[in-house]
T-cell receptor, first 113, second 113 residues
């Protein structure tokens, strides 16, 4: 079956550096993508989303890039802070989200002091 | 997200017992979802509901049932719990508009012994 996956299960970065978390998806019909952050003991928290008619979207310290040609999604976090330590999930959906989201397995971002 | 409340936060039960997990929301959203999270498998959709009279099966509905008692309440039941249903369970809501992100509660950790 088609699924959303991540290239690396764990990413370790120095505090203050930029972080890039990658995600590959296989369903070319996916039209909406979301990045979530999950801290220990909490539910996933919405970070940023992007529609398939866009290739870049920026938020506060975060940027999502979408490359539909190679079915690749990335989350860039600028000037990484200790509070950014968490597991990050990408999720995709079709038909604007009518049937819920399909999640990748997650990347654990570790911030080194 | 305090707008989506799950009870209980933790539950230990024995094989064969019936158990209900509750979810309530104050976001006024029409759509509600139940997901299950297992280590290394990400989040998988169990059931979802678009309104009070609407119930839809997700990817892994076997062994589960749901009830949408009101717009704000969506409960998940395990009729006869088994150990491989030990997992973290999340309720989520969505505004129902095209390309609306899901908003998650903080989860219920269920252990079946």
């Amino acid at each position: 079956g088609e699924s959303v996956g991540l290239h690396l299960p764990t990413l370790s970065v120095q505090e203050g550096d930029n972080s890039i978390i990658n995600c590959a998806y296989s369903n070319s019909a996916s039209d909406y993508f979301i990045w979530y952050k999950q801290e220990s003991g909490k539910g996933p928290q919405f970070i940023i989303d992007i529609r398939s008619n866009m290739d870049k979207r920026q938020g506060q310290r975060v940027t999502v890039l979408l490359n539909k040609t190679v079915k690749h999604l990335s989350l860039q976090i600028a000037a990484t802070q200790p509070g950014d330590s968490a597991v990050y999930f990408c999720a995709e959906t079709r038909r604007g989200g009518a049937d819920g989201l399909t999640f990748g397995k997650g990347t654990h971002l570790i911030i080194q002091p | 997200d305090a707008d989506v409340t799950q009870t209980p936060r933790n539950r230990i039960t024995k094989t064969g017992k019936r158990i209900m997990l509750e979810c309530s929301q104050t976001k006024g959203h029409d759509r509600m979802y139940w997901y299950r999270q297992d280590p290394g498998l990400g989040l998988r959709l169990i059931y979802y509901s678009f309104d009070v009279k609407d119930i839809n099966k997700g990817e892994i509905s076997d062994g589960y049932s749901v009830s949408r008692q009101a717009q704000a309440k969506f409960s998940l039941s395990l009729e006869s719990a088994i150990p491989n249903q030990t997992a973290l369970y999340f309720c989520a809501t969505s505004a129902g508009q095209v390309n609306s992100p899901l908003h998650f509660g903080n989860g219920t950790r269920l252990t079946v012994t």
